[in-house]
């Protein structure tokens, strides 16, 4: 990959390389805020603790307010859906791309995945050194990716049943007749479970993974840069053949 | 006793007219059927003449594993309404419940009506078992499946009434012990209209029988082969309640002051959201009222599989498959969120501890700017 010999010229002079492009930060960012608007509306929706009594300041359409909400955002998420996936197959560059989100593809993307996974198990002293995402973040980013759609799915099928005939109606109503309507109910609400407990890992590991190899990894997802320390950029050639280490090679 | 012939040529409406009812119900019939089918006004004379130039077609009724339930419906409004009266008008030929011959009788009056294949219809109520060859339900030495094969097999058209006809309903609820389906997959490859429901609303039953005499054809229908002019909304969107639901006005307990108040029952499990169906419009008991209406949740009655996927009734969602009915959706995706938070939390204890034990080195670096 000549890219790749071009850029690591380029990373050993400056440093740094700029892997996350506009597309995929202003996407990240929107997503964040959709995700976190979806939840506390969907919440409301799936179990409205708050009873509105006509006197109340917050007026007589709370659960229409919470419903419009939800929708509304709904749409934003699946525009920023498309970008991400347009940027992942056509416009994005190698980091961007949708291989990121299968690792397990390739051997050596197996035996990056096995090596993150053993820095996080404490058998290992640092993960592998990436520029995009680590193999392992990739993964669940794919993961996380079908429960989008999921959600996506699920959501304009309960959507499209108020409009029957309607476009979504139409592109959706095909899903009943595999799934109840209730367990679909069901899934679109546990899915919000697991993308909640999805972002306290992910924030986690951002931090944990920032803080232990300087990598600038938090920061890139506001900037678009990330650092690459000398430290593993040297041994980096190394790990390419043993996928270890040196400063560690008694590891279990 | 002699059963009725089938072949009469005198029309519905000289039939009706014998039966006492007047002009003016007859037109405020066939008005309220246009209505029930959403059709255009201009449909009106069509449907006028077609219904009172039938020559009455013969319809025979035949109940499987059933709790009558359609029949009651058909049979208990308050006042004899008159589609009542072209329903009985119709089915004379053979109903089980209804219908004075017995035994030997009562399977000559099938055989007759169903002579001539292609040249009737037929309404069937309760579901057909299939395990252990059917033995679950037998009529006449018969069993259901055999009867069903032939009556709705050489049939114009079949209507499934109820739930258990349509889809297996409750006989087929977990885990289906007689092995219970509805008639078209009993039956593959007839043609069959579904009226789901627990029990479904003569109203509709007449409504297809009307359209199919006003266009010689079935109205059209949805994925689950259910009329949409009956089926094609959610009970959610026509619903009374509904402007409490915009509002966030819910019943949190039986006999309180919001249900007194006649508030939204979505927090007590009303599956008014997942259900279509038209009761909000079309009520039961001559219009009078309908669950809803009365204070009770929807239960779903007229979806696929209902007492399986509608149930806890009570609440909104279902049980998470796998775990105890103790269990909310909320619940596990709260132990699951809960469970990852702690996990890293552990990680990340195990991370200090780690950089306490072993810190990692790091190298100064100049870093040319650009
Ligand atoms: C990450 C994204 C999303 C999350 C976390 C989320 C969360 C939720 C939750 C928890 C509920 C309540 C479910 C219940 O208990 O019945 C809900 C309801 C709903 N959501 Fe979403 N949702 C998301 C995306 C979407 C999308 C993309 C749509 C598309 C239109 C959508 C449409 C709906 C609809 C129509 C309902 C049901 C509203 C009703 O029954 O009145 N959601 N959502
Ligand atoms: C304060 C909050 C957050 C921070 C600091 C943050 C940080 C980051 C970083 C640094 C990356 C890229 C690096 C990598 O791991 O490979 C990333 C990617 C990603 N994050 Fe976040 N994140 C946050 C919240 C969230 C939330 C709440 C979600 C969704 C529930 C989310 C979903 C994703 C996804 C799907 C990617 C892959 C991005 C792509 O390739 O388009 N993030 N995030
Ligand atoms: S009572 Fe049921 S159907 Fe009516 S608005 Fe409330 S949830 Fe919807």
Redesign the pocket.
């Known amino acids: 990959m000549s890219v790749q010999v071009a850029e690591e010229k380029s990373i050993e002079k400056t440093g740094r390389v700029y892997i996350w492009e506009i597309p995929v930060r202003l996407t990240h960012w929107t997503n964040v805020a959709c ?1 976190i608007i ?2 506390f509306t ?2 409301y ?2 179990n409205p603790y708050i009873s509105v009594s006509p006197r109340e300041f917050y007026g007589t359409y709370f659960m229409g307010l919470m ?1 419009f909400i ?2 509304a955002t ?1 749409y934003i ?2 525009g920023s859906l498309v970008v991400r996936t347009y940027w992942a197959f056509i416009g994005g560059n190698q980091w961007a791309s949708w291989r990121a989100l299968v690792p397990f593809f390739t051997p050596e993307g197996r035996g990056k995945l096995l090596n993150t996974i053993l820095y996080y198990f404490f058998l290992r002293r640092h993960p592998p050194t990436t520029l995009g995402h680590n193999a392992l973040a990739g993964f669940t980013y794919g993961f996380i990716v079908l429960l ?1 759609f999921t ?2 799915l699920t ?2 099928a ?2 499209g049943q108020s409009d029957p005939g309607g476009l979504w109606w139409n592109l959706t109503s095909w899903l009943f007749i595999f799934v109840s309507n209730q367990m679909v ?1 069901l899934i ?2 546990l899915v ?1 479970w697991l ?1 909640i407990a999805f972002a306290v890992h992910h924030v986690y590991s951002a931090w944990l993974v920032d803080t232990e190899e300087a990598n600038g990894l938090m920061s890139s997802i506001f900037s678009g840069w990330k650092f690459i320390v000398p430290e593993s950029s040297e041994s980096k050639a190394k790990q390419k053949v043993s996928h270890q280490q040196p400063d560690k090679p008694g590891e279990k | 006793m002699k059963i009725t012939s089938t072949k009469e040529s005198s029309t519905l409406a000289d039939l009706l007219t014998k039966k006492g009812v007047s002009r003016r119900d007859f037109l405020k019939f066939c008005s309220a059927m246009t209505a029930t089918l959403a059709l255009p006004v201009n449909y009106f004379e069509r449907v006028v003449k077609a219904v009172e130039q039938t020559k009455k077609p013969v319809l025979v009724w035949l109940e499987f594993q059933d709790c009558a339930g359609n029949t009651e419906s058909l049979l208990r409004a308050s006042t004899p309404s008159i589609s009542e009266v072209v329903l009985d008008v119709l089915s004379v030929d053979y109903h089980e419940t209804i219908m004075s011959a017995a035994g030997r009788q009562a399977e000559e009056a099938l055989a007759m009506a169903t002579a001539e294949p292609g040249s009737y219809l037929v309404v069937v109520e309760g579901s057909i078992p299939t395990k252990d060859r059917g033995v679950y339900c037998t009529i006449g030495g018969r069993t259901a499946l055999d009867i069903a094969q032939e009556i709705c097999g050489n049939a114009m058209a079949t209507i499934t009434c109820g739930t258990c006809s349509a889809y297996g309903g409750i006989p087929a609820a977990a885990p289906n012990p007689t092995g219970a389906i509805g008639v078209a997959e009993a039956v593959p490859g007839i043609t069959v209209i579904n009226l789901p429901g627990c029990p479904m609303n003569v109203t509709n039953l007449t409504a297809t029988v009307v359209h199919f005499l006003t266009f010689g054809q079935l109205p059209l229908t949805d994925n689950f082969g259910r009329p949409l002019f009956a089926y094609g909304s959610r009970i959610h969107d026509d619903c009374e309640r509904r402007a409490h639901f915009d509002a966030g006005q819910f019943v949190e307990a039986w006999g309180d002051e919001a249900h007194r108040a006649g508030w939204c029952l979505y927090k007590m499990g009303c599956k008014g ?1 997942a259900t279509s169906h038209n009761c909000p419009v079309t009520r039961w008991n001559d219009q009078t009222n309908w669950p809803i209406g009365a204070g009770h949740g929807c239960v779903g009655c007229s979806e696929p599989n209902f007492w399986d996927t509608m149930t806890p009734i009570y609440r ?2 279902p049980n998470v498959p796998g775990l105890s009915v103790e269990w909310t959706a909320d619940q596990v995706g709260m132990v699951v969120a809960g469970a990852v938070a702690g996990g890293f939390a552990l990680h990340g204890l195990g991370s200090f501890i780690r950089n306490r034990v072993e810190p990692i080195e790091r190298t100064e670096v100049e870093v040319g700017e650009e």
């Open positions: 995700i979806l939840s969907g919440y929706i799936g419903r939800h929708m709904a998420f699946v989008y959600q996506v959501g304009f309960l959507y109910r679109h609400h919000m993308l | 959201p909104r969602l």
